[in-house]
């Protein structure tokens, strides 16, 4: 059984967690407070830890650090901060996973699930790297891309993209800053034929934009250079 250590204030939500983690056979320690999550997290060696940011008593970043201090559990924050700034410094202090609030809970177990067992490889055989899972991830104010798990995420919702759109984001968010000319874009997604069809891209960029961007007509991210090509600006 794995056991979940859920760090959360709001009794409504803690209550949510709880039902939905002990019906998937998870076995639940819920702390209303920092204080208490630090004293459960070492009483009751949770596999995974959910946190919450916005404490009554501590800031939750000081939380991971006290946790970081003393295990490696994997911690991953459930936050109503969405800020790029926030959710580094979350990162940077030793968080794992980062789900911004309002979520999905379908999404939160399959990442509590993916930490668990990311965690279990690198005791096993120390196959993959501690940190590698969040340096594949190219999180925005608005949304965030994780490249590992091939998905995009939108105030806490996955972002339906078509394999093409996949494809033409991973290209341009890979390189931030960059300019990718229409002829390389084209090559890559389309192949060496379509390298002319710069109509493909003007329609595929603009889907991404509706998807992606807050007001896609004056696009932050999804930048186009006229005549040249696209970059991603993060
Ligand atoms: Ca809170």
Known sequence: MTRVLVVEDEPPLVRALTINLQARAFEVDAAPDGTSALRLATERGPDVVVL????????????????RGRTRVPLVVLSARR???EKVEAFEA?????ITKP????????????????????????VL???EPSSLMVVTEDFTVDLGAKKVLRDGRVVRLTPTEWHLLEILVRTPGRLIS??????EVWGATFAARTNYLRVYMAQLRRKLEKDPSRPRYLITQPGMGYRFEG
Do not use: S, W
């Open 94 to 98: 030793g968080a794992d996973d980062y």
């Open 103 to 126: 979520f999905d809970m379908a999404e939160l177990l399959a990442r509590l699930r993916a930490a668990v067992r990311r965690n279990a490889g690198d005791i096993a055989g120390g």
């Open 129 to 131: 790297p501690a940190r």
């Open 182 to 187: 229409q002829r390389q874009l084209l090559e």
């Open 52 to 67: 919450d940011l916005g404490l009554p008593d501590m800031d939750g970043i000081d939380v991971i650090k006290a946790l």
């Open 83 to 85: 800020t790029t700034h």
